[in-house]
């Protein structure tokens, strides 16, 4: 066992561009769908709930509510972009189009795919990120720099966020159980993160807890407003980066060895009683 | 051509070489102390029906499923430890297609080409050739979603040898095909032969491997029944023609040709008679109403009828 699971580690430092490469293909094929889907929820929010309760909440943290939400909706959009694309996204090229089981048949291990999955997660997310941001500062809720010094920070979120997801697929006997990381982790962390609201509204254990995950303070870094002075901001997003290598370090490792068991069983169990439906689907 | 290869050479030479392998998932024996030994620029086939556990070990000798006890060596590396390293120098047909439906052809190969490390450059240098050898010069910019199943097999050929590998590993290549498109690929691989690629085929389809193979593996239930060359088994286990006797009762009909057959079976409807001079059962059969007759010569199926008593599934 345990030497298998060093066979399936990443192989190199550079495998992993050519899965990133074959997704960016896949994915200009249909970019403007996809960029306009990515903008679709979180400007919805930004505008139903920014114009809808900033009349009533006035200002918080120093600045208009609406500015306030747009940081929050630049940081949830990443982890939705991120979430998103490897549960459904990725876990459909592990397990349905075959795309995973077509690579492993090349000089690439599982490692080098889950690198390359990863980061391609993180790339959308900082598609969507960077998409609100933009969207933001045309309207003036968010100076244009912030967008620049936010992009590690939100590429840290999408890596962490899309290694969960990863774990969460390679765990999951089917889709079905999707919903309960979503229902249960991610949904709860827009309140927890202070998106819509400034955590110290939230009872002091919710703080600690909300301490915890180290996603709660990305909410406000992309907020030049009230992030306070740039060297904090660095430090925030140290911080947030040293979280964070250690998430997606375990999750590389954690993920290369739950999935290697997953990819198999998908692999050989769609082999002929899914092969038919497969094909006639055209997947 | 490649009949040079005997299993007693040295072991060096060979490119696959399995000893003792063994398989299970769950309770199930799928692979039971399968060894063989493929030698370099030879065609190998496994042939067995469904089930039998030929598309495992086509997945062990890749490196992508560990077996529970035996050794994998292939191209002189060990598997699954060092899979990766082999695998840069195979080619894989996968059983079930797994091409890009939604990119180009040209796209499959490009993006199939980086996964081995090539650039774009070089990738494109080396299409059209490919393309020409999969005859689908016109179809570079055609999305594989809309090619017909010939097509795309022979796409997942020619992406195969993308990085010019010594050896193809290819799980039932003409499974699902029209005769037609059949006969295109097996003029390919006989191409490929003749360049030297080594091969190892699974099927379970007879005349398949009878056409193509050197020599071959004959399986069922993961046990290995018989190996060698296709008309030696066909002598050593059959030896003399073959009359299928349809229609009548086989009981009567066992009775009364049994004295001039060397070996009698009875599978579903049809009475198989394997005998040394034909034309002795052709005379006490003639003239019996509702009787069909065929003489041929003998085949695999055969030799698989006698060694299990069951015909392979078509
Ligand atoms: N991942 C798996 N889990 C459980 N059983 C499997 C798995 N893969 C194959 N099998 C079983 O092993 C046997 C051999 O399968 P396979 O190697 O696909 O046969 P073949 O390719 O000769 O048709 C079959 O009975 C199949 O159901
Ligand atoms: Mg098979």
Redesign the interface.
């Known amino acids: 066992m345990g030497?298998?699971y060093a066979?399936a580690m990443p192989?190199n430092a550079?495998?992993w561009?050519?899965?990133w490469?074959?997704n960016f293909?896949?994915w200009k094929?249909v970019a403007l769908a996809s960029i306009l889907g990515n903008l679709a929820d979180p400007m919805t929010n930004l505008f139903g709930l920014g114009f809808g309760l900033g009349i009533i909440v006035g200002s918080v943290d120093g600045t208009s509510y609406i500015s306030f939400l747009a940081a929050g909706m630049v940081a949830t959009s990443a982890m939705t972009a991120a979430t998103f694309e490897t549960m459904y996204a990725a876990f459909a090229r592990m397990a349905t189009?075959?795309?995973w089981?077509?690579?492993?048949?090349?000089?690439?291990?599982l490692g080098d795919i889950i690198l390359g999955e990863l980061a391609w997660a993180a790339s959308k997310a900082v598609l969507a990120g960077v998409a609100i941001g933009v969207v933001a500062a045309i309207l003036g809720y968010a100076p244009w720099p912030s967008i620049l010094y936010a992009i590690p920070t939100i590429a840290l979120t999408g890596l962490a966020f899309a290694s969960l997801a990863m774990v969460v697929i390679s765990l999951a006997p089917s889709y079905d159980y999707f919903v309960f990381y979503q229902t249960l982790v991610v949904t709860p962390m827009v309140f927890l993160c202070g998106v819509v609201f400034p955590l110290s509204q939230m009872p002091s254990s919710f703080q600690h807890l909300a301490g915890g995950v180290a996603v709660g303070s990305f909410g406000r870094a992309p907020s030049s407003n009230n992030a306070g002075p740039p060297d904090a901001r660095c430090r925030h997003t140290y911080r947030c980066a040293l979280h964070l290598r250690g998430v997606a370090v375990l999750s590389v490792r954690g993920t290369v060895s739950s999935t290697s068991d997953a990819v198999?069983q998908h692999?050989?169990e769609?082999?002929?009683a899914n092969?038919a439906i497969?094909?006639d689907d055209?997947? | 051509m490649n009949n040079f290869f005997q299993p007693s050479m040295n072991m060096s030479t060979a490119a696959i070489d399995l000893a003792g392998v063994k398989k299970s998932f769950g309770d199930k024996l799928v692979v039971n102390e399968l060894s063989f030994t493929v030698g370099r620029g030879e065609c190998f086939g496994l042939l067995g029906p469904?089930g039998a556990g030929k598309?495992?070990i086509a997945?062990m000798v890749?490196?992508?499923?560990?077996p529970d006890a035996g050794e994998i060596k292939v191209l002189d590396e060990p598997v699954?430890?060092?899979?990766?390293?082999a695998?840069?120098r195979?080619g894989?047909v996968?059983?079930?297609?797994?091409?890009?439906?939604?990119?180009t052809v040209r796209?499959n190969l490009l993006?199939?080409g980086?996964?081995?490390?090539m650039g774009a450059r070089k990738i494109e240098s080396i299409v059209p050739s490919l393309l020409e050898f999969a005859r689908l010069e016109s179809k570079a910019g055609t999305r594989v979603?809309e090619l017909s199943g010939g097509m795309k097999r022979r796409l997942t050929l020619a992406r195969a040898l993308i990085?010019d590998p010594h050896l193809l590993v290819m799980d039932e290549p003409t499974t699902g095909l029209d005769p037609h498109a059949r006969h295109l690929i097996w003029e390919r691989l006989r191409l490929l032969l003749a360049r030297g690629k080594t091969i190892l085929l699974t099927t379970h389809f007879m005349e398949e491997a009878e056409r193509l193979c050197d020599r071959l593996c004959v399986l069922e239930d993961g046990i290995k029944i018989a190996e060698g060359k296709p008309h030696a088994l066909i002598e050593e286990h059959i030896g003399c023609h073959v009359i299928e006797i349809y229609g009548g009762n086989p009981q009567e009909l066992y009775a009364l040709i049994r004295p001039y057959a060397r070996h009698l079976e009875v599978s579903g409807e049809t009475l198989f008679c394997y005998a040394p001079d034909p034309e002795q059962v052709l005379v006490r059969l003639r003239g019996r109403a509702g009787l069909r007759l065929m003489q041929r010569p003998p085949n695999l199926e055969d030799v698989f009828l006698r060694l299990t008593g069951r015909e392979m599934e078509k």
């Open positions: 030497e298998g066979a192989a550079h495998n561009v050519a899965v490469l074959r293909l896949a094929k189009m075959r795309t089981e077509a690579i492993l048949s090349t000089q690439l291990t198999r692999a050989t769609n082999g002929d092969d497969l094909r055209g997947v | 469904n598309s495992t997945r890749l490196g992508m499923m560990s699954p430890a060092r899979a990766r390293l695998r840069m195979i894989v996968p059983q079930f297609d797994n091409l890009e439906v939604e990119f796209e993006v199939f980086r996964y081995f490390g979603s990085n």
